[in-house]
């Protein structure tokens, strides 16, 4: 039972085991649509074995030319090996699910040329610890009011304040809108609360509790906001002003949440892999990671802001949210 709940969570990003029971496929239950503009910093992750290419997981751009992502959305089984990178293209600065939607005029694209992961990571059979996965672009983003990277910064007092208990960040994603619905046609976002790491592993379920690895975070929800399936490896990010402008903080990337029969569960909190524990790993292949959050145009920052912080954009009950992959 404790490693189908743990595949489940696989399933959410990738979407090998579709069709069986297997289901780790999030996407966001419960929250609301966004528009061109409202969270550059995030891409999608697209399969080029198929035709059309397919959605399967999300990312969060963090240079011109690398985006991060789950582990998981990459290799489905680590006995299977690393696939090649060939088989994977980016996109970022779409609102609309599909690879070449003609309504995403703002849309940047580009095929994967390497993929980095850490050598320790082992899918279920480590409990997805050190799920986290740097995607090298064949082209470079050109950034614009579209298409930014979110912030990155390693400074373990900074990353304290933001992930402080009951602070908000906010999660995008094309995943499942509710358990057992068909992934979101257009870019969806919610915004979570941090969850208390004691809080969370104390209240989860035993077989999941294994799950929440030294190097997760919790976040969410449990009132039916969630990531569901096909949000895997989107970003989870914090907001803070710096020099008089709201800037957005890469913290964590949607990893595991506890399954259940349904497609997803939308009434428990979600994991992060936490990025401030992956700095080596990060400045092994982007030494300079941090000096590459690019400024936003005033029109797109007004936007970003009002959208996150508006009263009307959050749960209502103190709750929770899951991730994962598009497999349909």
């Known amino acids: 039972m404790r490693r189908l709940q743990l595949l489940l969570v696989l399933y959410l990003c990738a979407g090998k085991y579709a069709g069986s029971q297997l289901k780790i496929i999030p996407r966001i239950s419960n929250g609301y649509a966004i528009n061109s ?46 696939p090649p990178a060939s088989q994977f293209a980016v996109a970022a600065g779409n609102v609309y699910r599909e690879w070449n939607h003609t309504d995403d005029v703002d849309a940047q694209r580009s095929d994967v040329s390497e993929i980095k992961i850490p050598p320790r990571y082992q899918g279920f059979l480590a409990n997805f610890q050190d799920d986290i996965a740097l995607l090298i672009l064949v082209n470079e983003f050109r950034y614009n009011e579209y298409v930014q990277a979110a912030c990155i910064n390693f400074s373990a007092d900074f990353d304290e304040e933001q992930l402080e208990e009951g602070k908000f960040g906010k999660v995008v994603g094309w995943g499942l809108t509710n358990a057992n619905s068909g992934n979101s046609r257009v870019l969806r976002a919610a915004t979570f609360p941090c969850v208390n790491i004691n809080k969370c592993i104390a209240q989860s379920p035993l077989s999941f509790k294994s799950s929440i690895t030294g190097d997760k975070i919790c976040a969410g929800y449990t009132n039916g906001t969630a990531v569901c399936r096909g949000d895997s490896g989107g970003g989870l990010v914090f907001p803070s002003e710096v020099n008089g402008i709201v800037r957005f903080f890469l913290r964590g990337i949607v990893s595991t949440a506890f399954a259940t029969e349904n497609m997803c569960n939308i009434y428990t909190w979600a994991t992060f892999t936490h990025l401030l524990r992956h700095e080596h790993f990060v400045k092994a292949y982007v030494p300079d990671v941090e000096e590459f959050c690019a400024p936003p145009s005033d029109n797109a920052q007004i936007t970003i802001q009002s959208r996150f912080s508006g009263p009307d954009r959050r749960p209502k009950n103190n709750k929770c949210p899951c991730t994962c992959p598009n497999t349909e």
């Open 37 to 82: 503009g409202m969270a550059p910093w995030h891409a999608g992750l697209y399969l080029k074995t198929k035709n059309p290419y397919k959605q399967i997981c999300g990312g969060t751009v963090i240079t011109k030319n690398v985006v991060v992502t789950a582990a998981h959305c990459i290799m489905t089984d680590p006995v299977d090996g690393m």
